[in-house]
């Protein structure tokens, strides 16, 4: 069956520094992904839809020069989280939408475990 | 791994009859989601179950965790087209990192 993979699984990084999470859909092309954030107990809270070949769009509330999306190819998107702060310590999710392939359905990545010290 | 089993895959159903929709994880949960995804749109967020046994309502979806909280589902009486939708069931391990595992959703048409 269809995978959405993300890299890395989890990461550490030191305040102010950028992270780039990758998600890839590993046996079907993607025209459409979304990212997600989801806080302690909480629900997952759509940050973005990311369209490929074209710019993401951004939730209400989500600052797109903060958190940056480039989807480059039908199985690849990336979040980049610039100058992160602690704050932003978070599980980030990503799901791919194979939308026009037989199954059609969403696919949800492993998630990334993202912690700023 | 947690491994988190929706069933059934795809549903038709009349308009008026019931549907329920099943979600069975491999490990024991501290809670579980339920999500439901429109034709062309993104998974939202429907409910949460803590509580070994709760059940809880929201107009006609009724939503159960299982005592041994390792199951759960949701059930909808005289499914509307309005229903229509994929529905996506996600728990967090007992004990673990919280991290939500997704089951594979259940894709529901309702036919008028």
């Known amino acids: 069956g269809a995978v959405v993979s993300q890299h890395p699984s989890r990461v550490i990084c030191k305040s102010g520094t950028s992270v780039k999470i990758e998600c890839r859909s590993l046996?079907?092309?993607?025209?459409?992904m979304f990212w997600y954030r989801q806080f302690p107990k909480q629900s997952l809270m759509l940050m973005a839809t990311s369209n490929e070949g074209s710019k993401a769009t951004y939730e209400q509330g989500v600052e797109k020069d903060k958190f940056l999306i480039n989807h480059a190819s039908l199985t690849l998107s990336t979040l980049t989280v610039t100058s992160a702060h602690p704050e932003d310590s978070s599980f980030y999710i990503c799901s791919a939408d194979s939308r026009g392939a037989l199954t059609d359905t969403q696919y949800f990545g492993p998630g990334t475990r993202l912690t700023v010290l | 791994g947690q491994q988190v089993m929706q069933i059934p895959q795809y549903q038709h159903v009349q308009e008026g009859e019931d549907f329920t929709t099943y979600c069975n994880s491999s490990?024991?949960?501290?809670?579980i989601q339920w999500y439901k995804q429109r034709p062309g749109g993104h998974p939202v967020f429907l409910i949460q179950l803590v509580k070994s046994g709760e059940v809880k309502k929201q107009k006609r979806l009724t939503f159960q965790f299982g005592e041994a909280k390792k199951n759960s589902s949701l059930h909808i009486t005289a499914t509307q087209t309005t229903d229509v939708g994929t529905y996506f069931c996600?728990?967090?391990?007992?004990?673990?990192?919280?991290?939500?595992?997704f089951g594979k959703g259940t894709k529901l048409t309702v036919n008028p």
């Open positions: 046996d079907f092309q993607a025209t459409t």
């Open positions: 996600a728990g967090s391990a007992q004990g673990g990192s919280e991290k939500l595992v």
């Open positions: 490990t024991t949960l501290s809670n």
